[in-house]
């Protein structure tokens, strides 16, 4: 099947090629244009924009909390209003088959899950198997587990860790390694309430930064792609953005992603002693090029916050609303925090917000800010029509800044700065920059060879709407959105390393779990088919 | 030997799914009683979704309760791998199903390696409502000290209890709580666990009041052992797929969850169904009694269910064929391989094939 997208503008800033040009498809990947043929399809975008198809590099869309978020709070799927479609499923408020559906009508093509607790492994590729149209991945939580740490109370090899994250890796089919809050919910079960980047997790006698240096250093040597992705200590505190700049000035030469930064934004200062640090951390991060961070932008309403930070999440039970949580004390990497929460435009939500917004304009280098709201945590991923606009267009920010409180947006910088995102710009952020992220060459850009991940848009001068509904996507060249609505319906895969297990780990492993469980190693692993779908995974190589 | 029936005339397999899709395809309100793994739930959920039906588990009540401490309050967990490791004072509340006793035994003859490693105590709470003979022998056996009061239901108890250790006095205090106290003086991690059979729903709002004041200074925790592993599982399933628990229905695609409006068996009693799909996988069960609605039965038996129009024999995931399920011992998914392979059908595999005979024989999502 050969496809011609003809007369659009191409937004590709990885390929230099002109503005004006044609995009070819031929049998799911993108080619140069052929010589002498003619296609098979032909599509008329005049008067459109096209990008490769967009990527979501932390965005909570299936797994254990997300579910335990969907049965705490069935009247909650107001926040994904269903719109009219004729897709199974696609109706389904908040279900996995309605997220495949929403992401895809926006033009995106590949969404990662950043959490996914290593012992609950099977129940969240069980969820993105059930997520359509789009490509998934998913990052495994390591850090607070009793194994890890006791390698590194115990002082042993750093080989050893090595094989066991690849072990982890591998058998949990992640994409890469995250860590939340490094031995805080250890530490947490230890009645431990606070817990900051030089403390220490009792019994094991290491700290938060000794983990993070040693997850960093080994996911670097195993020649995982995707930087360790950090959730630091303190998340939400005023005062936060001291421990954001200390985990910022320990890289030390080693790539790290910082997730959510908006969260760590805030300062002391003012008669709320809740203040916007922003401008501090956009400079720290535009000094330190081995730091990409991704925002969490907060957008106003009703949400819920999801997160394996389990001891931030207790603390912010009293201001759940409606008035109801669960809090999950997990085995070692798992459990976390379901607490619901509205945004309101007061004080606080409207400092959050715009701390969002000035760290999206004040950090330079659109290759390492990342485009998220932290889904569902700072809003809802259906807000990002509304965020690509307030980046695009100060007059946009201006108006939405008359609605907020005045108090709080006058300790922020973001009225005096005037910068617009271009569409490169938001094309290098949400596409090619997420792809070289993640170590996935085969998207991002439009050049040949690249699958056809391809998102066309209306150009026009309401840029939510433009976002909203792509006026077409095409999904590894199945034409699978046409103006705003999902018209075919297909299944991706979830993207995956596979790191060789080392035996003597696997051996470990075994006399592990059936000495502190009680129960065999196959109660924790399980094969490919028990997903269930045609070839649900596919490989992302290992950089050598 | 026969898998399919019409009526009580041993069929075909496609005779049989021919003759079960001309009747859901003319039915105006299909209902769905699911007893299945993950992957029969999958296709079982959207099938229903296609005709516009309801569903509910085979365990419709029991599970409704467990659902409504989440919807309705939430509370503190933890899960049995952790409470294992890490609690050396447990309390057994109310009635435990008997499917977890041997894990729980199998937790007394460990000692934990994580946290204050003491040796385990074991407590049970309950109302002065009786427990089944199996749990008052598992409470024998584990030498739990009972946490009861008189005339007190379990919410009643926990009051007291809550009341107690918060210093205040009360009228009829427990017994054993001074020894309770002082085993929640050497604990640093007591784990209270649970299942939807304890006591109802208030009483495990209670339980989680409790466990919310134990945490102001110290720690505490819960496990939730679901009152059946494979209708939690359902729950689990349903959740990602629609949104919501079961006990929802689908009108024009769109599910909608109401734990009065949805219940099947009431649907059925009230004619508001007019035709029930009965699903059971756990071997020679009946459908509870019905009202006169056809009944398509897709069953773990060897002989046609009574009354029902279409039988068709089905397997168990873990036994006939793998599969995937709920279970407590990990407080997840884990995948099951047949440990008796047979040619029994699965159920999705059934399901996928109804939808096919349907009119338009679109495949199913799942
Ligand atoms: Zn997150």
Redesign the interface.
Same mark, same amino acid.
């Given at each position: 099947m050969l496809i011609r997208l003809v007369g659009g503008e191409v937004i590709d800033p990885v390929n230099n090629g002109p503005r004006q040009r044609d995009v070819w498809i031929k049998d799911g990947v993108l080619i140069d244009p052929p010589m002498g043929e003619t296609a098979d399809q032909t599509h008329d975008v005049s008067g459109c924009i096209v990008m490769a198809g967009a990527i979501d590099i932390h965005s909570h869309i299936g797994g254990g909390n997300v579910n335990t978020a969907r049965l705490l709070l069935p009247e909650h799927h107001a926040a994904h209003q269903p719109r009219p479609a004729h897709t199974p499923l696609s109706n389904a408020g908040w279900s996995t088959f309605q997220t495949g559906t929403l992401y895809a009508q926006m033009g995106f093509t590949t969404v990662v899950e950043p959490a996914m607790a290593p012992y609950t492994a099977l129940h969240t590729h069980l969820e993105l198997a059930d997520i359509p149209i789009i490509d998934k991945a998913t990052l495994a939580i390591l850090g607070n587990d009793d194994f890890t740490l006791s390698l590194l109370r115990n002082g042993k090899s750093s080989a050893m860790l090595d094989d066991y994250i690849a072990w982890v890796v591998g058998s949990t089919r992640a994409l890469g390694v995250k860590v939340i809050n490094a031995g805080a919910a250890a530490a947490f079960k230890e009645n431990v309430r606070s817990f900051s980047f030089d403390d220490v997790v009792p019994e094991y006698g290491v700290s938060s930064r000794k983990i993070v240096k040693s997850l960093q250093a080994s996911v670097t040597r195993l020649g995982i792609p995707h930087p360790l992705h950090v959730h630091a200590n303190n998340l939400g505190i005023a005062g936060s953005a001291d421990t954001a700049a200390d985990t910022i000035a320990a890289t030390e030469g080693v790539p790290l992603h910082l997730a959510h930064l908006q969260f760590y934004g805030y300062g002391t200062e003012g008669k709320r002693k809740f203040s916007s640090e922003a401008a501090r951390l956009a400079e720290l991060i535009n000094a330190n090029p081995d730091v990409t961070i991704d925002i969490g932008q907060v957008m106003f309403g009703q949400t819920v916050t999801i997160s394996s930070d389990v001891m931030r999440q207790f603390t912010a039970i009293g201001n759940a609303s409606p008035k109801k949580s669960v809090i999950l004390d997990g085995d070692g990497n798992g459990g976390g925090g379901i607490v619901p929460y509205r945004y309101k435009q007061d004080y606080y939500g409207s400092l959050q917000w715009a701390v969002g917004l000035e760290l999206f304009l004040l950090i330079t280098d659109p290759w390492r800010v990342f485009f998220t709201t932290d889904h569902p945590n700072g809003a809802p991923f259906t807000a990002y029509p509304e965020l690509f606009e307030l980046l695009m267009s100060s007059g946009a920010r201006d108006a939405k800044s008359t609605e907020l409180n005045a108090t709080a947006l006058e300790l922020t910088t973001l009225a005096s700065v005037r910068r617009e995102y271009t569409l490169e710009e938001i094309a290098i952020m949400t596409r090619a920059a997420p792809a070289r992220l993640l170590g996935l060459k085969d998207r991002g850009h439009l050049g040949p060879g690249a699958i056809a991940d391809v998102a066309v848009y209306r150009k026009g001068k309401d840029i939510a709407r433009m976002f909203r509904e792509a006026a077409l996507v095409f999904k590894n060249g199945d034409l699978v959105v046409k103006n705003g609505k999902v018209t075919h319906y297909r299944w991706g895969k979830t993207l995956r390393l596979n790191p060789p297990p080392d035996k003597a780990m696997i051996k470990r492993m075994r006399d592990y779990h059936e000495e502190r469980y009680g129960l065999s190693l196959d109660w924790f692993t399980f094969p490919d088919s028990a997903i269930q779908r045609d070839a649900p995974f596919a490989e992302v190589s290992c950089n050598s | 030997m026969s898998v399919a029936w019409v009526g009580s005339q041993p069929v075909s397999l496609m005779d049989a799914i021919q003759n079960a899709a001309k009747l859901l395809a003319s039915s105006r309100c299909p209902v769905f009683t699911l007893d299945t793994d993950?992957?029969g739930t999958?296709s079982a959920?959207?099938l229903a =979704? +296609?005709l516009g039906g309801a569903y509910d588990h085979g365990l419709g009540e029991t599970l409704a309760n467990e659902?409504s401490l989440? $919807?309705?309050?939430?509370?503190?967990? $933890?899960?049995p791998? =952790?409470a294992? +490791? +890490?609690s050396s004072l447990i309390v057994l509340v109310g009635e435990i199903p008997a499917s977890h006793h041997e894990m729980l035994e199998?937790w007394a003859a460990?000692r934990p390696? &994580?946290?204050d490693r003491n040796k385990r105590l074991w407590f049970h709470a309950s109302g002065s409502g009786t427990v089944s003979a199996d749990t008052s022998k598992l409470v024998r056996k584990l030498k739990a000290v009972s946490l009861g009061g008189d005339g007190l239901s379990l919410e009643g108890a926990l009051a007291v209890l809550r009341a107690e250790l918060h210093g205040r006095h009360v009228a009829s205090p427990l017994v054993n709580v001074a020894q309770f106290r002082q085993a929640l003086n050497k604990s640093?991690?007591p784990v209270f666990v649970f299942s939807g059979t304890s006591g109802e729903a208030a009483g495990l709002v209670m339980l989680q009041g409790l466990i919310a004041d134990l945490?102001k200074n110290?720690?505490a925790?819960s496990v939730f052992l679901p009152a059946d592993d494979d209708a939690w599982g359902t !729950?689990?399933?349903s959740?990602?797929? $629609?949104?919501? /628990?079961p006990r929802t229905g689908f009108s024009?695609? &769109? /599910?909608s969850?109401d734990p009065v409006r949805w219940d099947v068996q009431r649907m059925i009693r009230e004619k508001e169904a007019d035709l029930h799909v009965w699903m059971s996988t756990r071997g020679d069960e009946t459908p509870p009694a019905r009202g006169r609605i056809a009944l398509i039965s897709l069953s773990k038996n060897e002989t046609p269910t009574a009354g029902a129009a279409v039988t068709i024999s089905v397997g168990k995931a873990g036994v006939d064929h793998?599969g995937?399920t709920y279970?407590s +011992?990990?407080?997840?998914?884990? !995948?099951v391989a047949a440990s008796a392979p047979s040619q029994l059908p699965s159920i999705?595999s059934i399901v996928q094939q109804l939808a096919e005979a349907l009119p338009g024989r679109r495949a &199913?999502?799942?």
């Open positions: - | 993950v992957h999958r959920i959207a =979704e +296609r659902v989440f $919807t309705n309050h939430g509370g503190m967990f $933890t899960t791998g =952790e294992r +490791r +890490r199998s460990s390696d &994580l946290g640093q991690f945490n110290g720690r925790s !729950a689990l399933t959740l990602w797929m $629609t949104g919501f /628990p024009n695609s &769109l /599910p969850y793998d995937v279970s +011992r990990v407080g997840t998914f884990r !995948a999705s &199913l999502p799942c």
